[in-house]
């Protein structure tokens, strides 16, 4: 038999219930500009009946209910969704940091514009073609020397800046490892507490979200595997190794690697606690990898190759010829083309106009015969056809193996700008849906709202009911006849 203050009971568990779940609505609201908060919601479900049922009494009549209570406040989230979230925005700033990286290499060659090498190569042809007409005049051979010092400039600047670029990302490698191991111990002490307080049947909702937070930020700089466990505690895996396991963070490290063939040392990316590399392919790290090992050191080659071939050639037709003086007719001094240090390894970094050739233009072999015959200028026509006719053992022209180099830089620049809007899209799609599911719509929480207000109202007014019914009962019974 139900006790006379059972609708007391049953009426205080109603107002706290609706309470509590105030509060999480108000929780809600409070929350509704953090970026990183997943709504809440407070499941409500039945207390335990009265009576229990026993092995000497079953009720016929059915059970009573006693009321209601908050079983459990929900965090509104999608795992699916986070999951995929997170392998996009790998994606997304692994083209990324690769769009931003091209579109600098694109700008170093500055093509097609009057300050180009391709401007600068042409200008030297031209110079070339007008020595093969007027070979015996000082003023059109300076007119040579000066194109050729200026293509020579515009070769070394560029390659200079490419090398800057290249160790600007290189440097910037150690800082992104120092974000990851950041990340890495703050995603081991909160998954001690959360472990800690899972333990106790709880659910850390804010903590959670702290925690798929600093895991998003993670998936942009490297890409990286989740797995959770029964305490809600996370493992989270770069190549198949370990960087954050339970309350345990593996610092990562970066080693400089000397490498003479590209002339400079690499920082390079090794588990602080084996020495073992460390299987990086996706996010901004990712990006900084293959643009740093493979996009800018491929365009840095392909320059020194262009060049390298380019002076061989220029230099072999050139010592065929005679200068001024009716030296020549062989490959021995000077060379027109020659390299700081006598080092060709990057050409395009030290190649130089020859200095006793810009000093004495006279030495400029631009005569076909011996003696220089006057007004012969067939060698020097022999070197302004090279801007037509392809080099020995080659199918396309000096200034065709130049554009090749800046179509493939420009078809790799287009590639990365077309994979970075797509994954953009796809990635906003995915915030799209988790909003959806986690975020916080004021319209929904302000009806939430008046709905648990009028059940704390009905609550209350049921208290009062009971009241006045206890008052009969306690005050006014048995007082007839008195």
Known sequence: MRTTFSGISIALRALQAQQVSLDVTGHNVANVNNPNYSRQSALHAATKPYPTPMMGYTPSNGQLGTGVQISQINRMRDSFIDLRLRQQLTNLNYWDTLRDGLTQVELFFNEPTENGIHHALDQFWDSLQDLSREPDFASVREVVVQRAQVLV????????????????????????????????????????????????????????????????????????????DHVNMVGVTIGGASLVHRGTAYALTTTRVASPAEGYEKNEIKWAATGNDVQIRLGEVG????????????????????????????????????????????????????????????AALNIRVNEKIADDVNLIRASSKVGSAEGNGQNALELARLRFRPPKNAKTTIGESFNAIISKLGVNTQKAKKMFENDETLAGHLQNLKESVSGVSLDEEMANMIRFQHAYGAAARMMTAVDETLDTIINRLGIVGR
């Open 287 to 346: 990006g900084l990898l293959q643009f740093r090992n493979q996009e800018i050191q491929q365009a840095i080659n392909d320059l020194d190759q262009w060049t390298l071939e380019f002076a061989k050639e220029f230099n072999q037709i050139h010592s065929g010829g005679y200068d001024l003086n009716g030296d020549g007719g062989s490959s021995g001094e000077p060379d027109f083309f020659v390299y700081a240090g006598d080092d060709d390894r990057f």
């Open 153 to 228: 400039e515009a070769i070394g600047t560029t390659r200079g800046q490419l090398q800057s670029l290249r160790e600007n990302v290189n440097s910037n490698i150690p800082i992104k490892v120092n974000e990851i191991n950041s990340l890495a111990t703050r995603l081991a002490d909160i998954n001690v507490q959360i472990g800690k307080i899972s333990a106790t049947g709880s659910l850390p909702n804010d903590l959670l979200d702290t925690r798929d937070a600093l895991l998003e930020e993670l998936s942009q700089l490297v890409d990286i595997e989740v797995v959770q």
